[in-house]
């Protein structure tokens, strides 16, 4: 498969750009896995994959320090991988087990790491913004210096909790960079259908909020987009938004055959912008990498969620007695 060709050097590091490599291609090769399982029963309920859009978490998380916090939508297990949670409990967690970082009790959407500063994927559009603004509130009240990376889609953008937080965060210049994981389909509508601001970024600027458009498909622009961002932040400039442009190459969810649009549009943008494509060719052309190497990392990354998988087979469905704990009443 041919990606767009990278036109100039990167002057990235080649141990970054392994990393990102490694990092992105563990998010793609979970996900085909969860699909899997997905199919065969395991997963049940719902189960939104991340494939195609990884270069947003991945550059944002190159540009986030320790305790920065993060929380997303239901769209999360990209989020909870970028962020270090450990790959058998995010997906015994997906499977509804024991060893789940829920303790099986939470799936997809309910998935919390206090230890990875990662609060949550959540179910009702847009309801993580306002959150992600309280925690932002919160950083800012204790004078940490830390930054919230509060990620919605295009879909939730217009939600009206989200310009009611938008106004919040202005006023009280809080440490949170809006992003909008723009992947052009609010579920199945195509966004022109359905937003009538081409550019979701400016919405921002009623409230005063800077922002910009940024190449969700190229992880290294998007780490610069991030670290401009929360230079912002950390100097006491209040929120930023970016729309970071990117694309979903499965359906909004697994119950989604995506007849919204045609195979030859997936396929168009798996051959000539795939995220993970474009570093192999950073990595091959500026000699970072052999094709070996690539093959070395693919079949380690694949070990590492066969592994995952197969913990997340046998760990033991939660006890009878899990229902009465972990709830406020």
């Known amino acids: 498969m041919a990606a767009r060709k990278a036109t100039a050097k990167s002057n990235t590091s080649k141990?970054?750009?392994?990393?990102y490599y490694r990092d992105m291609l563990l998010i793609r090769r979970f996900e085909e896995?969860?699909?899997?399982?997905?199919?065969?029963?395991?997963?049940?309920?719902?189960?939104?994959?991340?494939?195609?859009?990884?270069?947003?978490?991945?550059?944002?998380?190159?540009?986030?320090?320790?305790?920065?916090?993060?929380?997303t939508s239901y769209r999360d297990h990209g989020h909870m991988l970028a962020c270090g949670m450990d790959p058998k409990g995010v997906m015994a967690e997906l499977t509804g087990r024991e060893g789940g970082l829920s303790k099986g009790k939470g799936g997809s959407m309910h998935m919390f790491s206090k230890e990875k500063h990662f609060y949550g994927g959540h179910g009702i559009v847009g309801a993580q913004v306002p959150l992600g603004a309280g925690l932002a509130f919160a950083d800012k009240y204790k004078g940490n210096g830390r930054v919230t990376f509060a990620y919605f889609g295009d879909g939730a953008a217009n939600q009206g909790q989200v310009y009611e937080t938008f106004n919040m965060a202005a006023l009280w210049r809080l440490p949170v960079v809006f992003v909008i994981e723009n992947n052009q389909y609010a579920m199945g509508t195509a966004q022109k259908r359905s937003t009538s601001t081409p550019e979701l970024h400016t919405r921002g600027l009623a409230f005063g909020i800077a922002g910009e458009t940024v190449d969700g498909m190229d992880v290294l622009a998007v780490k610069a987009a991030g670290e401009k961002a929360v230079a912002a932040c950390r100097a006491g400039n209040g929120p930023y938004i970016l729309e970071v442009m990117?694309?979903?190459?499965?359906?909004?969810?697994?119950?989604?055959p995506a007849k919204y649009r045609t195979r030859e549009e997936v396929q168009k943008m798996r051959d000539e912008r795939d995220a993970i494509e474009h570093v192999r060719e950073l990595l091959i052309q500026g000699k970072h990498a052999t094709e070996d190497d690539l093959?070395?990392?693919?079949?380690?990354?694949?070990?590492?969620?066969?592994?995952?998988?197969?913990?997340?087979?046998?760990?033991?469905?939660?006890?009878?007695?899990?229902?009465?704990?972990?709830?406020y009443a």
């Open 15 to 19: 141990e970054d750009l392994l990393t």
């Open 33 to 71: 896995k969860a699909g899997q399982l997905y199919g065969m029963g395991l997963i049940g309920g719902f189960c939104h994959l991340y494939i195609g859009q990884e270069a947003v978490v991945v550059g944002l998380e190159a540009a986030a320090e320790e305790g920065d916090k993060r929380i």
């Open 246 to 256: 990117t694309y979903r190459y499965r359906g909004h969810s697994m119950s989604d």
């Open 295 to 327: 093959k070395a990392i693919d079949k380690d990354i694949k070990a590492i969620v066969n592994e995952a998988a197969e913990f997340s087979k046998e760990s033991p469905e939660p006890a009878l007695s899990e229902l009465w704990t972990d709830i």
